[in-house]
């Protein structure tokens, strides 16, 4: 005998089980950010290659590896994503890579604060374990009430966070006393 309900929960169940698993971990990513007290470790949107080239000075952004149209795009759809969720943003902390002050600034969530404990590592360019120490110190001491953003490599959020990041996904964190727990991953497409 066909049993419908049974039929039902089970189409419902195969539909569920093509959803990509991040949907609900977004869901409560997003919320937990509207609470607040949170930490947003950002990559630097989109800037086509690795490193930066011979003759990198870091006043001068035209010896850089800078954002591409694309990029720039993605900041400005970030900073909007965030607005229109709600998420308070109470302080904004950058790399003085042109690349990450870009990102920082396009997204439109208050003043951008250039921050060379944010600054890349990559390939000798600073002290790793003095740069990640100082920034595990500055997210262990955010209390909020709103989140913290800090644009800066991936160097440094797999430095701190362990994982890799893509171009432009954020790593949300939770202080702790002295360290911190993912909350979430965040990547906000383009619009």
């Given at each position: 005998?066909?049993?419908?309900?049974?039929?039902?929960?089970?189409?419902l169940s195969?539909?569920?089980?093509?959803?990509?698993?991040?949907?609900?971990?977004?869901?409560?990513?997003?919320?937990?950010?509207?609470?607040?007290?949170?930490?947003?470790?950002?990559?630097?949107?989109?800037a086509?290659?690795?490193?930066?080239?011979?003759?990198f000075?870091?006043?001068?952004?035209?010896?850089?590896?800078?954002?591409s149209?694309?990029?720039?795009?993605?900041?400005?759809?970030?900073?909007?994503?965030?607005?229109?969720?709600?998420?308070?943003?109470?302080?904004?902390?950058?790399?003085?890579?042109?690349?990450?002050?870009?990102?920082?600034?396009?997204?439109?969530?208050?003043?951008?604060?250039?921050?060379?404990?944010?600054?890349?590592?990559?390939?000798?360019?600073?002290?790793?374990v003095?740069?990640?120490?100082?920034?595990?110190?500055?997210?262990?001491g955010?209390?909020?009430?709103?989140?913290?953003?800090?644009?800066?490599?991936?160097?440094?959020?797999?430095?701190?966070?362990?994982?890799?990041?893509?171009?432009?996904?954020?790593?949300?964190?939770r202080?702790?006393?002295?360290?911190?727990?993912?909350?979430?991953?965040?990547?906000?497409?383009?619009?």
């Amino acid at each position: 005998m066909f049993n419908l309900r049974f039929f039902t929960l089970c189409m419902l169940s195969g539909l569920l089980s093509l959803l990509p698993l991040t949907t609900y971990a977004n869901t409560a990513t997003w919320q937990a950010l509207q609470e607040g007290g949170l930490v947003i470790l950002m990559r630097h949107s989109l800037a086509p290659g690795i490193g930066d080239p011979p003759g990198f000075v870091l006043e001068d952004c035209d010896t850089q590896r800078n954002l591409s149209s694309e990029g720039r795009a993605h900041a400005v759809a970030a900073g909007q994503a965030l607005r229109e969720r709600g998420v308070a943003i109470d302080a904004v902390y950058s790399s003085q890579w042109c690349r990450a002050l870009e990102t920082a600034e396009l997204m439109a969530l208050g003043a951008v604060v250039p921050a060379p404990w944010l600054n890349s590592f990559f390939r000798g360019r600073g002290d790793q374990v003095a740069i990640t120490q100082a920034a595990r110190e500055r997210m262990a001491g955010w209390q909020g009430p709103g989140n913290m953003l800090l644009v800066t490599h991936q160097v440094n959020i797999t430095a701190l966070t362990g994982g890799g990041v893509s171009s432009g996904e954020m790593v949300v964190v939770r202080p702790q006393e002295n360290s911190f727990t993912v909350v979430g991953r965040l990547s906000v497409p383009s619009r």
